[in-house]
T-cell receptor
Framework: GENVEQHPSTLSVQEGDSAVIKCTYS??????FPWYKQELGKGPQLIID?????GEKKDQRIAVTLNKTAKHFSLHITETQPEDSAVYFC????????????FGSGTRLQVQP | NAGVMQNPRHLVRRRGQEARLRCSPM?????VYWYRQLPEEGLKFMVY????????ESGMPKERFSAEFPKEGPSILRIQQVVRGDSAAYFC??????????????FGPGTRLTVL
């Protein structure tokens, strides 16, 4: 089955700096890669996703890149703000098979004001 | 447009009791997924259902756990004879109906189960 590894487990940045979170996946059949933000006591919130037919996608301060050959994808947050502080999860799945998301272990991002 | 709804938000049970967790998907969604999250860990898939059908239950423990999504009403995750190891946050997600490609999954606020 699919295995998703996520790094780093914790990340502390100064407000205004950029943050990068990286994930690798094992199943070459995976073709959908969402990112979720989870605040304390809440459910995961979908913030951006990418499908395997594109290499990059951007939404305001958030971007995701995908390297299918190397089987890794990354989340980039620019101009970080204190409200970006949360736990971020990457995930992977495919159109075929189970369609269930396989999640990474999470990155706790702390933005220092 | 209401999001995914889960209730109760918090549930306390004693060992040996039953826990029932409910999930109402977003309007227009008929695909429901249940995930479990242990403290300080990622979410683990449990079961995938469509109306009146279990599509994939490969992530669900073989004993004590069951799930349903009836034609009418919410999806139910049922845990019989709970043990302390069942203490976790249980999240439901829904995705749109009728897409050939895998769709976005939108999560509810979760039910936090505590087993005493």
């Amino acid at each position: 089955g699919e295995n998703v590894e996520q790094h780093p487990s914790t990340l502390s940045v100064q407000e205004g700096d950029s943050a990068v979170i990286k994930c690798t996946y094992s199943d070459s059949a995976s073709n959908y890669f969402p990112w979720y933000k989870q605040e304390l006591g809440k459910g995961p919130q979908l913030i951006i996703d990418i499908r395997s037919n594109v290499g990059e996608k951007k939404d305001q301060r958030i971007a995701v890149t995908l390297n299918k050959t190397a089987k890794h994808f990354s989340l980039h947050i620019t101009e970080t703000q204190p409200e970006d502080s949360a736990v971020y999860f990457c995930a992977a799945t495919s159109d075929t098979g189970r369609r269930a998301l396989t999640f990474g272990s999470g990155t706790r991002l702390q933005v220092q004001p | 447009n209401a999001g995914v709804m889960q209730n109760p938000r918090h549930l306390v049970r004693r060992r040996g009791q039953e826990a029932r967790l409910r999930c109402s998907p977003m309007k227009g969604h008929s695909h429901v997924y249940w995930y479990r999250q242990l403290p300080e860990e990622g979410l683990k898939f449990m079961v995938y259902l469509q109306k009146e059908n279990i599509i994939d239950e490969s992530g669900m423990p073989k004993e004590r756990f069951s799930a349903e999504f009836p034609k009418e009403g919410p999806s139910i995750l049922r845990i019989q004879q709970v043990v302390r190891g069942d203490s976790a946050a249980y999240f439901c997600a829904s995705s749109p109906t009728g897409t050939s490609s895998v769709g976005e999954q939108f999560f509810g606020p979760g039910t936090r189960l505590t087993v005493l």
